[in-house]
Structure formats: structure tokens, C-alpha cells
């Protein structure tokens, strides 16, 4: 009996050891997963006061590869959110909305987004309560199996579309990696944009032209948007110059950190305005 008793005991005593020491290794992973991101944020700010325009040449847009450290390790990666497009454009109701939806529909048709979808994600989006002529307000989603209501505000994340009359997931996914989530307005940088992105942006740009194109600006990012356009190939044109930039404020930020064998991840959007300290719009510790 007392052998039974001290083999429970010393049972227990493991299991509680083990607990402890993953919830250490669990707090000290998010917590360094979070001191990457003030790493992003002053590698922003020195980005900031060094260079006039944004581009894929530069320090933050290098990845920081996995970094030893004791029991564990740490990564990250800072990705130009303006090198997108922004999907809150739809709502927006500005002079140059129209253009950007242009360029989004063109993405979606390219890339097997949710086409139909788009007057949809403009009602999700917009703040009033008029329905578009293929869009969806509060009367359609109240009469759902799960009834809700119309967002009616700029999404803060690509994955709320989800939820969104006719988007499907596999077709979110086909085209979340080109989409970002941003104030309205907010435009999109030509010398971080992907291949892809400039192929929707530019009429007549793809094939061969589009890889000579982007392989060019690599060596050469462009000073100015009218930069951009004197140096497309021949046959490729830039409709409006609406909602373009060389430079950017807004950034997302991933970094993972291990400590034993626990895996946290730290995921935000900064912001970047002038020469003040780059601000955290949100973040999620995982």
C-alpha cells in the first residue's frame, strides 16, 4: 500500500513538473515573440529616417532567419501591408474607389477570387444601409440558419470576408495573399506590389514583359509614379495614376519563437506616420 501511495505521489509530482515547465516555456515564447515586434517597430522608424520611398531592397524587407537562442529560437518577417490591395477600397466613397475596385475585380478574375462577390463586400463594408444591385445587408443575413447583421465598418482582417454573402473559403484563399485590410484611401506602393498585384494594376502586363518589369525594379526601385509609368514595357498601360505611391506607413509584422516545444506566434500591423515611433494598430499573441 504505501508502495502504491508513493508511486501515485511521484505520478502527480511529474505531471506537475511537466505543467510548470511548459507554462514557463509557453510564457517565455510569447514573450519573445512580442519583443520581436518592437524589433519591427525600430527597424521602421530607422527605415524612416534614412530613405524617401519604400522598396524590396531594404533592411525590413529582408526576413530575420530562425536565431538560436538558449532552449529555443526566434524568427520574423516584415511584409509592406501596402504592397496590396486594399479591400476596404469598396466601401470608400471617394473619386478614385471606383478605379481601385477595378483593379480588385481584375485581381479576383485573375487569381479565382470571389467575383460576384464584390457588391457584397461593399455592403459588408460601407457604412450605410443600401443594398447594391448583387450585394447584401442586414434583411439577408438576419434570415440566415445563424441569423447576424452587416458589418457596416472597414475590416481590420482579410479573414472577416469570410463571412461575407457568396465568398467562399477556397476563393478567399486564392487571393488573401494579394489583399490587405487598411483605411480607406490608403494607396498602393508600385515598388513593393507582387507580380500579381501589378498585373491587376497595369493593362497589358503579364508574360515575359511582367518578369522583365519586376526583375527591373529590382535593380532600380522607382522614385515616383510617373517613374512607374515611363518605364513600362511596350504594350502595357496604367489607366490612372489614382491611389499609387512609392512609399508606405502601414506594415504587417510575423514573428515565431520557440522555447522547448512550445511555438508562439506574435502577429500585428504597424503604422508609420512621419518620424513619430511606428504605432500598433492591432496584434494578436497565438
Keep these: 500500500l504505501a508502495a502504491a501511495v508513493a508511486a501515485t505521489v511521484f505520478a502527480d509530482q511529474q505531471r506537475w513538473s ?3 515547465e511548459h507554462r514557463r516555456d509557453q510564457v517565455q515564447a510569447q514573450a519573445l515573440a512580442m519583443a520581436g515586434v518592437q524589433w519591427a517597430r ?21 526576413a530575420l532567419p530562425p536565431i538560436p537562442l538558449e532552449n529555443g529560437e526566434i524568427r520574423g518577417a516584415i511584409v509592406d501591408a501596402q504592397g496590396r490591395l486594399n479591400i476596404n477600397a469598396l466601401g470608400d ?11 480588385i475585380a481584375k485581381l479576383f478574375a485573375q487569381r479565382g477570387g470571389p467575383v460576384a462577390a464584390l457588391d457584397a463586400l461593399a455592403d459588408w463594408i460601407d457604412v450605410d444601409g443600401r443594398v447594391r444591385d448583387a450585394g447584401a445587408e442586414d434583411t439577408y443575413y438576419g434570415a ?22 457568396g465568398v467562399s473559403a477556397q476563393a478567399l484563399d486564392a487571393v488573401a495573399p494579394f489583399l490587405s485590410a487598411l483605411p ?3 494607396a498602393l506602393n508600385v515598388n513593393t506590389a507582387s507580380a ?3 498585373a491587376a494594376v497595369v493593362d497589358g502586363l503579364s508574360g515575359e514583359g511582367l518578369a522583365g518589369f519586376v526583375g527591373g525594379r529590382a535593380q532600380k526601385p522607382f522614385a515616383t509614379i510617373a517613374e512607374f509609368r515611363s518605364r513600362l514595357p511596350r504594350g502595357a498601360t496604367l489607366g490612372s495614376e489614382a491611389a499609387l505611391a512609392v512609399k508606405s506607413s502601414y506594415f504587417y509584422v510575423t514573428v515565431e519563437a520557440r522555447q522547448g516545444t512550445t511555438l508562439a ?6 503604422a508609420r506616420t512621419g518620424n513619430t515611433w511606428p504605432g500598433i494598430v492591432w496584434q494578436v499573441v497565438e
Design 18 to 20: 511537466r505543467t510548470v
Design 42 to 62: 525600430q527597424i521602421l522608424d530607422n527605415d524612416a529616417r534614412r530613405s524617401e520611398i519604400d522598396h524590396l531592397g531594404e533592411a525590413w524587407a529582408v
Design 93 to 103: 466613397g471617394s473619386a478614385s474607389s471606383e478605379q481601385e475596385r477595378r483593379r
Design 144 to 165: 440566415q440558419s445563424v441569423p447576424g447583421l452587416t458589418a457596416n465598418v472597414p475590416v481590420l482582417r482579410i479573414a472577416e470576408l469570410s463571412s461575407v454573402k
Design 184 to 186: 480607406a484611401g490608403t
Design 196 to 198: 500579381e498585384v501589378l
Design 265 to 270: 506566434r506574435a502577429r500585428a500591423l504597424l
